[in-house]
């Protein structure tokens, strides 16, 4: 799959690319990244993509022409190698990035990420190109750079290969609409000036179903306490078992 960034600072996604587990995904071709830096696509000498808000106000937007020159530069290498793929913004006004989003988009022939500066893009670039906006949440960035760099990383995470274990992403959070349970690892008993803290028994036990029922039972309570929306998601949509219900019960839930 690939995915053609328009953007002002295409330096910042070098490092994303080099480290970490997900840059197998880049290493290996499944995730392919094309950078259009946006200056390039300006009509004068001082290479300008911005200029005052119509009507007034604080910051600058982002021009039309550059950014429908850079749209039509983009549509037409991909049409040569790959499908179209949507164009997405990413902004505060957008809806929020999800993992099921992610597996969708997992799946596909990537997109073209279009990520804004300062005030944000003249209107009529967004009408009449963008096919999806989508947001990190309920706060303010400074450019929609970070927000990519989020869906990248989310997207190549999924890539068969990436990580080391196949199953790893099938027990996050969010994968089956619940929080994922508690971790632990060596040693087996923690020493802590307010007294030592020792992994579950139940972990150390060897016991696979006991272990497998203890994991279920940690995500639900977790995810009861702090995202009850996502309980009620699941109850609705019938992903919990008997089993869970009855554990919801000793809940109060």
Request: proline content about 6%; glycine content about 8%; aromatic content about 6%.
């Amino acid at each position: 799959m690939r995915f053609d960034v328009i953007t002002l600072f295409p330096e910042l996604f070098t490092p994303f690319q080099t480290v970490g587990v997900t840059r197998r995904a880049f290493e290996s071709g499944q995730v392919e990244l094309r950078f259009w830096p946006l200056r390039d696509f300006a009509a004068d000498t001082y290479r300008r993509v911005d200029d005052r808000p119509f009507g007034g106000g604080p910051g600058m937007v982002m021009l039309a022409e550059p950014l429908l020159k850079a749209l039509a530069a983009v549509r037409q290498a991909r049409a040569q190698v790959q499908a179209a793929g949507p164009v997405i913004h990413f902004s505060p006004v957008g809806q929020p990035i999800t993992q099921a989003l992610l597996r969708e988009l997992a799946q596909g022939p990537g997109a073209t990420l279009l990520c804004g500066r300062y005030e944000g893009i003249d209107q009529r670039v967004l009408d009449r190109e963008v096919d999806l906006e989508l947001s990190l949440g309920d706060f303010v960035l400074s450019g929609g750079e970070l927000p990519a760099l989020a869906l990248l990383d989310g997207i190549a995470r999924l890539q068969a290969g990436v990580l080391s274990d196949a199953r790893s992403h099938e027990q996050d959070s969010f994968e089956d609409g619940l929080l994922d349970c508690p971790h632990y690892s060596r040693p087996e008993v923690l020493a802590l000036p307010e007294g030592d803290q020792a992994v579950p028994a139940v972990l150390l036990s060897g016991h696979h179903a006991e272990i497998a029922r203890w994991r279920r039972e940690q995500s639900l309570a977790l995810t009861a306490q702090r995202r009850p929306d996502l309980l009620a998601a699941a109850r609705a949509a019938g992903r919990l078992s008997k089993a869970d219900e009855r554990f919801l019960q000793t809940l109060g839930l």
